[in-house]
Each structure stands twice: as structure tokens, then as C-alpha cells.
């Protein structure tokens, strides 16, 4: 093995660590080795990496450019139709606004990927031009692409696992956007084996996505242990993704109703597009409807509402004026909501529409109310997000509390308890506030504390020493995914919110077996 590659076997494994900066590093050196050794198509390889890292991990895109300016000097006398010539198209693309410009880059890599035979170059170009289809309101197209894309890394053409992180972190990215959770699990149980035994690294970038999906489908625990893994990667570094993962954060809490903490993330970060929806929800909470709407309407004017994120805009929107008793401007969004979701086979689209007209229609008064809301609740179901069919459960026995009280009653029930499951505070608060009523006990006694298994207490007792995930997995020769699963179940158990408190419970224990009190 030469030094060039040696080097560049090292760096790799350092980036699977995710100690990127020390990858970085190891990844010049390769670059060098390369260079001295007169391997030009490797050493335009490697500085197209660092140009990739760089403006991915660290949003450094004058630096990024430096490197696949370095990458494309170095490729000028090895004529124009290389492997590596694709590649550095795909790099520049992502360094272009989504566009034109940026589309015809990843054009070109796919016809190179193509003529010359690179299925990895192909599929990864393929994928990225799904992203652009997506990101024009063509979501159908760009799903497709991207399921055909990660079918060839499932089937094992695709074998780089930088490649292969970055497509299937592309696949969470789009799929937080459309909130096409069903999608994101289907991937995910197919791609458990990559994880699993090709040692594919998730990015922190990836997790951040990833955890938006989770907090999407009412996962909660599992979307902090994402979200904290996420920050405690970019911890010191760059404020782009880390102001990425706040956002989701903020997302996480305003949905929980822990709104003190949600302001205090999203400060400094108004003028990010992805926090346009938990700051006007943060905003419509504490009763500011003015500011809410405002957000609202400046994003969707300067997006589109034929945009593939405009849908849960339009929905908030709704309930926006709702708040300000302005049914007509409702109607107004309602219905927005509806074309959009004519345009698109979404069923969270489809929930989210026939949600907002059975709100509109409750309060004009109107008798569809009931079946909209049924509609919704059907839709939710399939789309696979637990806490918004609780809200049309709740929504529905309003709808039917004077005609048929008893299906209010359990309607508002079977709500709260999804809410009280998952520790969404004020909404829980709402629904038991209309099961008193409904001449219904608002909650239930506490249910006794669920004891831990065997495989639980010896996870807490391993979160008491300060143990990651994966960390616990190598310990107990489990996988990563069934590690997070069984923290998840002991906050949930326990009644604990986070991994510090488990800790902290756990060293409380620790005169006994964890979690037996």
C-alpha cells in the first residue's frame, strides 16, 4: 500500500470516528503523498473530499472552494471526460443555490456516471437531482429517484460509505421536508444492515434530519438522544449545523409545551427558513398571532405556497387566524392548503388539509366538520404521525360533543393519553380540560412505574458512567438501534426527560441495582 493510501485509509477511518477535524488533516497528507508520488487522479480525488467536508460539516465555502478549485486544476490534463470530473461537478453543484445552475452541474456528473460506467458517481448525481426535483415542488419525481438511488446501495453497488452517507442523509433531508415519516422508516429498517455491518457512519448533519423524522412521527426519546448526539458533534463548530440541530431542538420542545426552552434555542436564529415554523408556533402559543402571521406570510411569499415545505406553513396558518377569529383568512389558507395537497400524493398533506377545513368548518358552524375530521384521522394514521391524529381525535370530539357525548368522551380520551404518552404538557392540558367538559375525570391516576428488565437495569447502570450509544452497544454486543430503543424505554419508564437525568437516577441507584427502587 502506498503512503498516499495509507493515509487516506487512516483518514477515513478517523471521519467514521467522527473526529472530522483530525480526518481533515490526515486527508492533506494523503493529498500530498498523492501528489509526490504522481497519482493526479487520486489527488484531485482527495481535494475534492476536503472541498465536500468542508462545506458540509463546516459550511466553509470559501475554503470548499479553494479545495475543488485545487481538485479541478489538478484534473485539467486528464482530459475532460473522467470519473473525477463528474465527482467535481456534483461538489460545485452543492455549492450552488438550488436552480438551474445547480441542476445542469448534476446533469453533466449523471451523464458522465452513466457513459462511463460508475454506477457510484451515477446513483450519487442521481439522488442529488431527486433533491432538486423535490426542492421545485415535484416531490412524486424526486422520491422516486431517490428510492431507486438507495435500492442500488441496499443491493451493494453503491459501496463508498462517504457516498453512501451522504445519499441516504439526502433521503432524511427530503423526507423532514415533505414529512414522509413512512418513507424515512421503510429506508431505515432496509438500510439497518449497512449500519450494522459496513460500520456506516451517521453524520451529525444526517442525525439532525434524522431527528426532525422522529419528532415528525411522535418519537421524542429517540429524537433528543439524535439531536443531543447531533450537537455534541458540532459542539465548538460551525454555526450553521448547529444552528440546525437548535432548530429541531426548539421544534422538539415547542411540541412538548416547554416553550421558556424553546425560545431560549431559537434565539439569534429568526432569520434560518427552517425555524420559520417552531417560532410562529412559539409565537401563536404565548398568543402573539400578529407576529405569528407575519413570519408565516413572509416565508410563504418569498418560498412559494406551491413550495414542497409550504404545507405545514399553511396549516399553522390557519390556525393562526383561527386564533384571531378571522374564519374568512382561514378559509383562505384552508383552502391554499387543499391545492397543494391536489398537486401532491401525500397523505400527510391530504391529514393536514382535511384537518385545517374540519377547523374552519367548526367554527363557521358548518356540518362537514365531522367528516373532515375523520378524514384526517385516517390520514395521520397512514402517514404514520401519532401526536398530530391525537389533535383530530381531539378536534373530532369537539366536532360531536353535544350529538354523540359518549364518542367525545373517548375520542378525547384515547387523545389525552397519546399526549400524556409522549409528554406533550399542553396539549394533554386541552384535552383534559374538555373531558371535565364532557362531565368526564380530565386524567387517570398515575400508573404504577413499569419495572425495568434485566437488559434495561444493565443499560442505566452503563448511562451512570457516562456511556454513548454505540459505546453501550460495544459493551452489551448489541446493535446502536437497539441500544437507543432501550433508553427510550427507560425515560419513558422512569418518567425521566433526558439522558443526564437517567444518569443522574442511576447514580442515585447506584447502592442497589439500577432502576429496582
Same mark, same amino acid.
Not at 398530530?388 to 380520551?413: F, G, I, S, T
Given at each position: 500500500?502506498?503512503?498516499?493510501?495509507?493515509?487516506?485509509?487512516?483518514?477515513?477511518?478517523?471521519?467514521?470516528?467522527?473526529?472530522?477535524?483530525?480526518?481533515?488533516?490526515?486527508?492533506?497528507?494523503?493529498?500530498?503523498?498523492?501528489?509526490?508520488?504522481?497519482?493526479?487522479?487520486?489527488?484531485? !480525488?482527495?481535494?475534492? $473530499?476536503?472541498?465536500?467536508?468542508?462545506?458540509?460539516?463546516?459550511?466553509?465555502?470559501?475554503?470548499?472552494?479553494?479545495?475543488?478549485?485545487?481538485?479541478?486544476?489538478?484534473?485539467?490534463?486528464?482530459?475532460?471526460?473522467?470519473?473525477?470530473?463528474?465527482?467535481?461537478?456534483?461538489?460545485?453543484?452543492?455549492?450552488?443555490?438550488?436552480?438551474?445552475?445547480?441542476?445542469?452541474?448534476?446533469?453533466?456528473?449523471?451523464?458522465?456516471?452513466?457513459?462511463?460506467?460508475?454506477?457510484?458517481?451515477?446513483?450519487?448525481?442521481?439522488?442529488?437531482?431527486?433533491?432538486?426535483?423535490?426542492?421545485?415542488?415535484?416531490?412524486?419525481?424526486?422520491?422516486?429517484?431517490?428510492?431507486?438511488?438507495?435500492?442500488?446501495?441496499?443491493?451493494?453497488?453503491?459501496?463508498?460509505?462517504?457516498?453512501?452517507?451522504?445519499?441516504?442523509?439526502?433521503?432524511?433531508?427530503?423526507?423532514?421536508?415533505?414529512?414522509?415519516?413512512?418513507?424515512?422508516?421503510?429506508?431505515?429498517?432496509?438500510?439497518?444492515?449497512?449500519?450494522?455491518?459496513?460500520?456506516?457512519?451517521?453524520?451529525?448533519?444526517?442525525?439532525?434530519?434524522?431527528?426532525?423524522?422522529?419528532?415528525?412521527?411522535?418519537?421524542?426519546?429517540?429524537? @433528543?438522544? @439524535?439531536?443531543?448526539?447531533?450537537?455534541?458533534?458540532?459542539?465548538?463548530?460551525?454555526?450553521?449545523?448547529?444552528?440546525?440541530?437548535?432548530?429541531?431542538?426548539?421544534?422538539?420542545?415547542?411540541?412538548?409545551?416547554?416553550?421558556?426552552?424553546?425560545?431560549?434555542?431559537?434565539?439569534?436564529?429568526?432569520?434560518?427558513?427552517?425555524?420559520?415554523?417552531?417560532?410562529?408556533?412559539?409565537?401563536?402559543?404565548?398568543?402573539?398571532?400578529?407576529?405569528?402571521?407575519?413570519?408565516?406570510?413572509?416565508?410563504?411569499?418569498?418560498?412559494?405556497?406551491?413550495?414542497?415545505?409550504?404545507?405545514?406553513?399553511?396549516?399553522?396558518?390557519?390556525?393562526?387566524?383561527?386564533?384571531?377569529?378571522? +374564519? +374568512?383568512?382561514?378559509?383562505?389558507?384552508?383552502?391554499?392548503?387543499?391545492?397543494?395537497?391536489?398537486?401532491?400524493?401525500?397523505?400527510?398533506? @391530504?391529514?393536514?388539509?382535511?384537518?385545517?377545513?374540519?377547523?374552519?368548518?367548526?367554527?363557521?358552524?358548518?356540518?362537514?366538520?365531522?367528516?373532515?375530521?375523520?378524514?384526517?384521522?385516517?390520514?395521520?394514521?397512514?402517514?404514520?404521525?401519532?401526536?398530530?391524529?391525537?389533535?383530530?381525535?381531539?378536534?373530532?370530539?369537539?366536532? +360531536?360533543?353535544?350529538?354523540?357525548?359518549?364518542?367525545?368522551?373517548?375520542?378525547?380520551?384515547?387523545?389525552?393519553?397519546?399526549?400524556?404518552? !409522549?409528554?406533550?404538557?399542553?396539549?394533554?392540558?386541552?384535552?383534559?380540560?374538555?373531558?371535565?367538559?364532557?362531565?368526564?375525570?380530565?386524567?387517570?391516576?398515575?400508573?404504577?412505574?413499569?419495572?425495568?428488565?434485566?437488559? @434495561?437495569?444493565? +443499560?442505566?447502570?452503563?448511562?451512570?458512567?457516562?456511556?454513548?450509544?454505540?459505546?453501550?452497544?460495544?459493551?452489551?454486543?448489541?446493535?446502536?438501534?437497539?441500544?437507543?430503543?432501550?433508553?427510550?424505554? $427507560?425515560?419513558?419508564?422512569?418518567?425521566?426527560?433526558?439522558?443526564?437525568?437517567?444518569?443522574?437516577?442511576?447514580?442515585?441507584?447506584?447502592?442497589?441495582?439500577?432502576?429496582?427502587?
Amino acid at each position: 500500500m502506498t503512503a498516499g493510501a495509507e493515509e487516506e485509509k487512516l483518514a477515513r477511518a478517523l471521519y467514521t470516528e467522527a473526529d472530522y477535524a483530525g480526518s481533515m488533516k490526515t486527508y492533506e497528507r494523503a493529498l500530498a503523498a498523492y501528489r509526490e508520488a504522481g497519482d493526479v487522479l487520486d489527488a484531485a !480525488r482527495i481535494a475534492r $473530499i476536503l472541498a465536500w467536508m468542508h462545506v458540509n460539516l463546516y459550511g466553509d465555502w470559501a475554503l470548499a472552494g479553494g479545495w475543488l478549485g485545487r481538485a479541478e486544476r489538478l484534473l485539467e490534463g486528464a482530459g475532460e471526460d473522467t470519473v473525477e470530473h463528474g465527482w467535481a461537478e456534483v461538489v460545485r453543484a452543492i455549492m450552488e443555490p438550488h436552480g438551474e445552475r445547480r441542476n445542469r452541474r448534476l446533469r453533466i456528473a449523471l451523464d458522465l456516471g452513466r457513459r462511463l460506467g460508475d454506477v457510484e458517481l451515477e446513483f450519487a448525481a442521481l439522488s442529488r437531482v431527486g433533491e432538486e426535483l423535490i426542492a421545485a415542488g415535484r416531490v412524486e419525481e424526486g422520491m422516486a429517484l431517490f428510492d431507486e438511488s438507495l435500492t442500488a446501495v441496499c443491493a451493494g453497488e453503491v459501496e463508498d460509505l462517504e457516498v453512501v452517507e451522504s445519499m441516504f442523509c439526502g433521503m432524511f433531508e427530503a423526507c423532514e421536508r415533505v414529512q414522509d415519516v413512512a418513507r424515512a422508516e421503510q429506508w431505515l429498517r432496509a438500510a439497518d444492515e449497512l449500519v450494522q455491518h459496513r460500520k456506516l457512519a451517521i453524520g451529525a448533519a444526517c442525525r439532525a434530519h434524522y431527528g426532525g423524522i422522529l419528532t415528525a412521527a411522535g418519537r421524542w426519546q429517540e429524537a @433528543e438522544a @439524535e439531536l443531543g448526539e447531533a450537537a455534541q458533534a458540532f459542539e465548538g463548530g460551525y454555526e450553521g449545523s448547529r444552528g440546525m440541530i437548535l432548530v429541531r431542538l426548539a421544534d422538539l420542545r415547542v411540541r412538548q409545551g416547554r416553550f421558556e426552552e424553546a425560545a431560549v434555542l431559537l434565539e439569534g436564529l429568526d432569520q434560518r427558513s427552517d425555524a420559520t415554523r417552531p417560532l410562529a408556533a412559539l409565537y401563536l402559543a404565548r398568543g402573539e398571532t400578529v407576529l405569528a402571521r407575519d413570519l408565516i406570510e413572509r416565508a410563504l411569499a418569498e418560498s412559494g405556497v406551491e413550495a414542497s415545505g409550504a404545507g405545514p406553513l399553511l396549516a399553522l396558518l390557519v390556525d393562526v387566524r383561527l386564533a384571531e377569529r378571522n +374564519v +374568512v383568512g382561514a378559509t383562505e389558507a384552508a383552502e391554499l392548503l387543499a391545492k397543494l395537497t391536489g398537486d401532491h400524493d401525500s397523505p400527510y398533506l @391530504e391529514a393536514c388539509a382535511a384537518l385545517a377545513k374540519g377547523k374552519v368548518c367548526l367554527a363557521s358552524g358548518s356540518d362537514d366538520a365531522q367528516a373532515c375530521l375523520r378524514e384526517a384521522l385516517s390520514a395521520f394514521a397512514r402517514a404514520q404521525m401519532p401526536i398530530e391524529m391525537a389533535r383530530a381525535r381531539l378536534e373530532l370530539a369537539r366536532a +360531536v360533543a353535544q350529538d354523540q357525548p359518549e364518542v367525545a368522551v373517548a375520542e378525547a380520551r384515547a387523545a389525552l393519553e397519546a399526549f400524556d404518552r !409522549r409528554r406533550a404538557s399542553r396539549d394533554a392540558d386541552a384535552a383534559a380540560a374538555l373531558l371535565r367538559t364532557l362531565g368526564a375525570p380530565g386524567r387517570r391516576a398515575p400508573k404504577r412505574r413499569e419495572p425495568l428488565t434485566k437488559r @434495561e437495569s444493565e +443499560v442505566l447502570e452503563l448511562l451512570g458512567h457516562g456511556l454513548s450509544n454505540p459505546e453501550i452497544a460495544e459493551r452489551l454486543v448489541i446493535s446502536t438501534k437497539t441500544a437507543e430503543h432501550h433508553v427510550g424505554h $427507560i425515560l419513558s419508564k422512569l418518567d425521566l426527560r433526558n439522558r443526564a437525568e437517567a444518569a443522574a437516577y442511576a447514580t442515585r441507584a447506584s447502592g442497589g441495582r439500577p432502576g429496582t427502587e
